[in-house]
């Protein structure tokens, strides 16, 4: 067993609850209308067009990945999985963590504070089985898998496991699509408490962590409540589509040639997302009527 030693160092803080602080949490609805007016020209002012074909693969945290048409923002197919985290609903007191759907990154409740930690849900399986600073103990694995999906159904044809690779006929790579899938569980226990255990499981989907392709032309915003997803053409700065995948989306990605590609978003408050969507409207019209 290896004792690993994090730094409590402050990181990039992902979590919805900023999210909601850093933009919908002050200053009521002027603050809103200032922040969405500003920001809707700096996309315009920013972005140069290009045109890119494809679909776009939304993961919710539900469990379902859904195909959406590029150019229209229309749900071609849905097609459900487990969850993509799995975790104890029961409070323990200073043994209660949270995870970030989004990442597998963990927030752990001591004393009514969330205290982002260190490490994340796929950092603690690769370095498993391990032992933190704190004592605590832990414990994981990790699975991985290609789904081979039908690109025009959404229907699942088939999984391959590692032990399945020399077993299993080929892909018909003609008519559908390889994505790739890991899984990992991650147990915890408290040394001094074998009680006090804490279980969960995290599911990500394979993609190439490239730079943003320059050419591409949204903008992508979700909100922190429910499935509303946004794509803003940054060269017009209008309203390309909108759309409810009905649940809060946890990624997505642009299906190329290769397999998938993570794009980024920004996660915002309801309020401020539907604040944002009316003053880039309001905007454009302005634009237009000066042209």
Known sequence: MRDITFTHKDRDNRSLSQNERVFGGVGGCDFLSVFAALYCRLIIQSHSSGVLGGTLLVSTIDGYLKGIDFHSGRVKW????????????????????????????????????????????????????????????????????WLEIDSNKGIKIGELSQAEIDSQCPFNRNTSILIGRSEYKLTMVDPENR????????????????????????????????????????????????????????????????????????????????????????LMIDLLADT
């Open 78 to 145: 849905s097609l459900k999985e487990d969850p993509v985290l799995t975790s104890p609903k029961t409070i323990r007191h200073g043994f209660t963590f949270i995870p970030d759907p989004q990442d597998g990154g963990l927030y752990i409740l001591k004393d009514g504070q969330l205290k982002k930690l260190p490490y994340s849900i796929p950092q603690l399986v690769s370095a498993s089985p391990c032992r933190t600073t704190d004592g605590v103990l832990y414990a994981g694995s990790k699975k991985d898998v």
């Open 195 to 282: 009680d006090r255990r804490w279980n969960a499981t995290f599911t990500d989907y394979s993609s190439h962590l490239a730079p943003a392709d320059p050419s591409y032309p949204y903008q992508h915003f979700t909100s922190n409540v429910g499935g509303q997803l946004l794509a803003v053409n940054a060269a017009e700065g209008s309203v390309a589509w909108e759309v409810d995948v009905g649940s809060i989306v946890v990624a997505m990605y642009l299906l190329q040639s290769d397999g998938l590609h993570r794009l980024p978003y920004t996660v915002i408050g309801k309020e401020t997302l539907e604040e944002f969507v009316k003053n880039l409207r309001s």
